[in-house]
């Protein structure tokens, strides 16, 4: 595909508001998609810079399963439906490890959770004193 019209592709799929394929195309093509950048609108750039630090990042996105995991923990908390949450949390005891899926809950299933021990309460790094 030329790289103009994968821009193009791009462009359009973020004006649609359609963010899977935008992203498909730039994952697909992230190094091209890199050396053409300054041709991308500005909120497709702001996603290719996303993606790009996240891929710098080590981490690994979260799929559609555990996207759908997180959505039920939030559900559950929200209904305050303790056993479903402990059913969730039973699980899949490795996705609430991982440090970051703490920004996708909501603040019903925080409390919760930190409540049951199963995640640890976030804190910002405390500046060293000089």
Do not use: C, W
């Amino acid at each position: 595909m030329d790289y103009r019209e994968l821009l193009k592709q791009i462009n359009n799929s973020m004006e649609k508001l359609d963010l899977i394929s935008a992203r498909k195309y730039i994952e697909q093509n992230l190094q091209l998609v890199s050396d053409y950048r300054h041709l991308l609108r500005s909120n497709a750039r702001a996603l290719f810079d996303f993606l790009r630090s996240e891929k710098d990042s080590g981490r690994e996105p979260l799929n559609r399963r555990e996207m759908t995991i997180i959505y039920s923990i939030n559900r559950y908390a929200s209904a305050f439906d303790i056993r479903g949450l402990k059913l969730l949390v039973n699980n899949y005891p490795e996705l609430l490890m991982r440090q970051e899926i703490q920004a996708y809950l909501n603040d019903d299933a925080l409390t919760l959770l930190e409540s049951m021990n199963v995640i640890q309460k976030y804190q910002e790094p405390i500046p060293a004193l000089q």
